[in-house]
């Protein structure tokens, strides 16, 4: 079931930004983890920014795009502390977005438009 629409995704994904910046500083994110968090909420931005749904603003990717990155990035941000050796702090955030991540993209409707 697609509960959650092209502009209820978009507001997710400004959510998700915040929560990279944030994340070094509230959970207390160093060295390759606060790095990646940063590097990460500056990507998620801009293909958010150019993502062709409502709260995109160059609407140059096409959301059904825009969701393949996230079926893919989901499980990759769930397996790389482990790969990278991640503290406990880091490795629960990085789970916990990455699984956030794959429940928004089995539930956006990704063929819609509007």
């Keep these: 079931m697609k509960i959650i629409s092209p502009t209820q995704h978009g507001y ?20 390759v983890a606060g790095a990646l968090a940063y590097a990460l909420a500056a990507i998620h931005l801009a293909m958010t920014l150019v993502t ?16 393949w990155v996230e079926r893919v990035v989901g499980p990759v941000l769930v397996l790389l502390p482990f790969a990278l050796g991640f503290d406990t702090a880091a490795r629960s955030f990085y789970i916990v977005i990455g699984i956030v991540i794959v429940v928004v993209g089995l539930l956006t409707d990704y063929q819609q438009t509007q």
Aim: charged share 10%; glycine share 12%; net charge negative.
């Design 52 to 67: 062709d749904f409502p709260l995109g603003v160059a609407k140059l990717l096409p959301f059904s795009i825009h969701g």
């Design 12 to 31: 997710l994904d400004y959510v998700t930004v915040v929560l990279f910046l944030a994340a070094p500083t509230l959970i207390g994110l160093t060295g």
